[in-house]
């Protein structure tokens, strides 16, 4: 069975920084490109940041170019995003997926695989 666990969550204050953890089981994804998204309360799930198979090449929202960093190790078959200098609005649910269908990097509807997500909540 195919899964995908995020970790690393939590509360922290604006300017700080969190590291969140996507351990995949079930397969290898070491071949496949992953990304993070995010959904705060009422609002749509929106990119975060891709990254491709052997990690050369990321991609990363407007809102966060700059502060996160999204990363893999395939020996361990887990993705990060290191979020640094956290602001209120970057408040959300943050999931990650496995790219599984071709076409753009930001659209929700080429994922699959989601894990159950991690809440990350910066305080002002």
């Known amino acids: 069975q195919v899964q995908l666990v995020e970790s690393g969550g939590g509360l922290v204050q604006a300017g700080g920084s969190l590291r969140l953890s996507c351990a995949g089981t079930g397969r290898t994804f070491s071949t496949v490109g992953m990304g993070w998204f995010r959904q705060a309360p009422g609002k749509e799930r929106d990119f975060v940041a891709h990254?491709?198979?052997?990690?050369?090449?990321?991609t990363y929202a407007d809102s966060v170019k700059g502060r996160f960093t999204i990363s893999r190790d395939n020996a361990k078959n887990t993705v990060y995003l290191q979020m640094n200098s956290l602001k209120p609005e970057d408040t959300a649910v943050y999931y990650c997926?496995?790219?599984?269908?071709?076409?753009?990097?930001?659209?929700?509807?080429?994922?699959?695989?989601w894990g159950q997500g991690t809440q990350v909540t910066v305080s002002s």
């Open positions: 990254i491709n198979w052997s990690g050369e090449s990321t």
């Open positions: 997926a496995v790219r599984y269908y071709g076409g753009s990097y930001s659209r929700a509807t080429n994922y699959a695989y």
